[in-house]
Nanobody
């Protein structure tokens, strides 16, 4: 059984930084990609960034490009989302997700989801 557990969220002022972690366990060998999505109140879940599990490619949404990066600790099966220059519009629950099928951006294609961690950007 696959489990994804996010951590690292919190309250940060605009311009600040946070690093989120996603600890993956179980049958991770089946993953094609692992990524991050976010969902603000009243909005649909949206793609943020994802990486090929093998680590040879990553894809990022335009609205976070240049500010967010994704990385993977292979030994610990942990994926990180480094968020810099945070804006109030980044406020959302951030979810880690993994998929077995080829692709990166479509939330409906992801097979596994964490429970989310709240990120609030406010002064």
């Amino acid at each position: 059984q696959v489990e994804l557990v996010e951590s690292g969220g919190g309250l940060v002022q605009p311009g600040g930084s946070l690093r989120l972690s996603c600890a993956a366990s179980g049958r991770t060998s089946s993953f094609y990609a692992v990524g991050w999505f976010r969902q603000a109140p009243g909005k649909e879940r949206e793609f943020v960034i994802a990486t090929r599990w093998s680590g040879d490619r990553s894809v990022v949404a335009d609205y976070v490009q240049g500010r967010f990066t994704i990385s993977r600790d292979n030994a610990g099966n942990t994926v990180y989302l480094q968020m810099n220059s945070l804006k109030p519009e980044d406020t959302a629950v951030y979810y880690c997700a993994a998929r077995n099928s080829v692709g990166y951006r479509e939330p409906s294609k992801y097979n596994y989801w964490g429970q989310g961690t709240q990120v609030t950007v406010s002064s």
